[in-house]
T-cell receptor, first 113, second 112 residues
């Protein structure tokens, strides 16, 4: 069935270090892969997304890479700051005409000053 | 623009009661979704809709029903509430398949 696996579930880094979160998906027809950040008690908000015809996308300190052959994609945060501390979710839009957007279980990122 | 609006923000239900969680969006989005988020957990898709009159089950549809009579509204109905339905419920919408999903502020539901 449709599934998105996300690792690690928790990640602790020192301020200024890089953080990498990895996700795999089950459907080779998936075509859209967003990443969301959720701060405590708040709604998820999009931080970056990538479509299946692109291998990499950057936005300042954040980058996402996609390997369609291996069916995995990753979030890279460089020069981490304490305000990056939050839960990060990957998601995949499964293929065909369906509209379902399936999320991974999340990664709790802690950036220590 | 208000974006995606959910009501109520908080609700306590007794076991066996029913209720409807309201969701409305003013962005003319075709796609709408309902998710539940249990404490410390990820987002599980309950139901989704790709347009008015069209709905489909997600990962965890049991115990819920939805309708989509208009583009703007996507209510979620809980019948015979159970403690396992205690969760935070998020409604979201997007314009197309490969575009950002915007989330409402959530409804915190407790079933006692």
């Amino acid at each position: 069935g449709e599934n998105v696996e996300q690792h690690p579930s928790t990640l602790s880094v020192q301020e200024g270090d890089s953080a990498v979160i990895k996700c795999t998906y089950s459907d080779s027809a998936s075509n859209y892969f967003p990443w969301y950040k959720q701060e405590l008690g708040k709604r998820p908000q999009l931080i970056i997304d990538i479509r299946s015809n692109v291998g990499e996308k950057k936005d300042q300190r954040i980058a996402v890479t996609l390997n369609k052959t291996a069916k995995h994609f990753s979030l890279h945060i460089t020069e981490t700051q304490p305000e990056d501390s939050a839960v990060y979710f990957c998601a995949a839009r499964f293929g065909g005409s369906q509209g379902n957007l399936i999320f991974g279980k999340g990664t709790k990122l802690s950036v220590k000053p | 623009n208000a974006g995606v609006t959910q009501t109520p923000k908080f609700r306590i239900l007794k076991i066996g009661q029913s209720m409807t969680l309201q969701c409305t969006q003013d962005m003319n989005h075709n796609y709408m979704y309902w998710y539940r988020q249990d404490p410390g957990m990820g987002l599980k898709l309950i139901y989704y809709s790709v347009g008015a009159g069209i709905t489909d089950k997600g990962e965890v549809p049991n115990g819920y029903n939805v309708s989509r009579s208009t583009t703007e509204d996507f209510p979620l109905r809980l019948e015979l509430a159970a403690p396992s339905q205690t969760s935070v419920y998020f409604c979201a919408s997007s314009s197309r398949q490969e575009t950002e999903a915007f989330f409402g502020q959530g409804t915190r539901l407790t079933v006692v």
